[in-house]
């Protein structure tokens, strides 16, 4: 099927040879004949799939008939992060060059005066995270009655994110009569309940099966060998792991995925220290310093993006060699999200994700979201990844645990033991039964 098939205008076929597509996608094959008639669309499909053109070479085409009034937008986009909403916004830009459609943007972190204004000029096209939408809403700026289209975007990300109260007060303001397209890269059962809310008679299109990964990715499980169970230790054991697989495999550029705030600080502080090119990334950050960090990952000014899930969803940088899983995701359907952020458009992708034996339960639940096993990267720096390690490995022989990256605190421990001895050869003493052979030097005085 070529673009021509689809039903799209001359002007869009255009831009589209402009920028050098040759064929749709399957979900711009299915879903763009269907928008062009006004069909409600149920889709599920992950990013990477040409999701974003799959709405908005339609939605330009039906837009430009027609012109916005001030504060009345004629369609809106809701999407879960600032991010997304402004590489949507920016895909308008591009997908639109020859047409002349006005676009606002509502996301928090920026100046509102300044979105304001652009809706008071007339916004065809209106893009907005939910809670500054509503924040614009209440304070009266906005009329949706000239809304003809409404797109929820990464409805699973609204779900998990708790925007979905938000997504129901925003949908309750706008006029019935409308074409609804949902995306979700995940058909969990609240988002088909949701979806009866809000679609009529939708049609619904299913590219990939949920929560399955890109076959283009080569995914890799790494056993940090971790026998302690301070956290502070497992912690380093895992940034000493993922410098090793960083200088071991032909990594080009990689995002490095962090659970939490807190750790994406100290890995990329980490990565800085150790000489490598580094940004980070999360929620707590300015939106312009978001902005600008993913400006400078994408343009290769940086290598190494050190990320919490902000930018797990939907963010289509191109070319990434590798995605780096420092922690387990806790949630299954974020591992799809984490490691397609490689493998895109059907270039080869390499996800690692270091685990240690705590992650098991969430390894496993990962593995049964994605219908498969990941394969245990043997290698010669840790030489101890059998799924299956456990902590009364420690008793093991001194050789293997010189090959393991968790070699740190037991050369300590070896270390320890050797002055000890050392300390009750000089005092000419056994060690004392029941206090081991860590007698303190005093005690040992006061037994002679
Ligand atoms: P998305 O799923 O919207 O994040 O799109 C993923 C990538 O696919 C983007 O970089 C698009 O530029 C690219 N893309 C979208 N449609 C096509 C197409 N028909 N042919 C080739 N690449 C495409």
């Known amino acids: 099927m070529t673009f021509l098939d689809l039903g799209l205008d001359r002007q869009i076929l255009r831009r589209i040879a402009d920028i050098g597509y040759t064929n749709p996608t399957p979900i711009q094959e299915k879903a763009i004949p269907l928008v062009l008639m006004n069909r409600d669309i149920l889709a599920c499909a992950q990013t990477g799939t040409g999701k974003t053109a799959s709405f908005t070479l339609p939605m330009i085409e039906i837009l430009a ?3 916005a009034k001030a504060r009345m937008p004629r369609s809106l986009i809701l999407e879960p992060t600032r991010e997304l909403a402004a590489q949507v916004g920016e895909s308008f830009d591009h997908y639109g060059k020859y047409h002349s459609l006005s676009k606002a943007l509502l996301i928090g972190g920026e100046n509102m005066n300044e979105q304001v204004k652009l809706l008071e000029r007339g916004a065809d096209v209106l893009i907005a995270t ?3 939408f509503l924040d614009v809403f209440n304070r009266g700026h906005l009329l949706m009655a000239d809304v003809r289209i409404l797109v929820i975007d990464e409805a699973d990300r609204m779900l998990d994110m708790g925007f979905i109260p938000d997504v129901e007060k925003i949908v309750a303001t706008l006029p019935p009569m409308r074409t609804t397209l949902l995306f979700s890269a995940t058909m969990p059962n609240e988002i088909k309940l949701l979806s009866k809310q809000f679609l009529h008679n939708p049609k619904e299109i299913n590219v990939t099966p949920p929560a399955t990964t890109a076959t283009t990715i080569t995914q890799h499980l790494v056993m940090a060998r971790t026998n302690v169970l301070e956290q502070k230790t497992v912690q380093k054991i895992k940034r000493d792991t993922l410098r090793k697989l960083i200088e071991q495999q032909a990594v080009k550029n990689a995002l490095v995925f962090c659970n939490r705030k807190r750790d994406v600080d100290i890995v990329f502080r980490s990565l800085h220290r150790h000489g490598y090119s580094a940004a980070r990334l999360h929620g707590d950050m300015l939106q312009n310093v978001r902005i600008n960090t993913l400006k400078d990952f994408k343009e290769n000014k940086v290598r190494f993006l050190v990320c ?4 797990a969803r939907g963010l289509d940088v191109k070319d990434v060699s590798h995605v780096f899983n420092f922690d387990v995701p806790v949630n299954a359907d974020d591992y799809t999200h984490r490691i397609g952020r490689t493998g895109r458009a059907g270039a080869k992708g390499h996800s ?4 240690t034996q705590q992650d098991r ?3 496993d639940a ?3 979201n994605i219908a498969m096993k990941i394969p245990v990267f043997e290698t010669p720096f840790t030489g101890c990844n059998s799924r299956n ?16 990256v968790g070699q740190t605190k037991s050369k300590k421990n070896e270390g320890k033991q050797t002055q000890s001895k050392k300390r009750q050869e000089s005092l000419g003493k056994e060690p004392v039964i029941g206090l081991g052979q ?7 005085k006061n037994m002679k």
């Open 130 to 132: 939910p809670g500054r």
């Open 352 to 355: 690692f994700t270091i685990a």
């Open 65 to 67: 008939a027609g012109q």
């Open 308 to 311: 919490s899930d902000v930018a």
């Open 438 to 444: 860590h007698v303190p030097a005093f005690l040992m």
């Open 389 to 404: 390690q456990s902590s009364n490995k420690s008793t093991q022989g001194s050789s293997q645990k010189k090959n393991c």
């Open 366 to 368: 990962i593995e049964k």
């Open 361 to 363: 339960k969430y390894i």
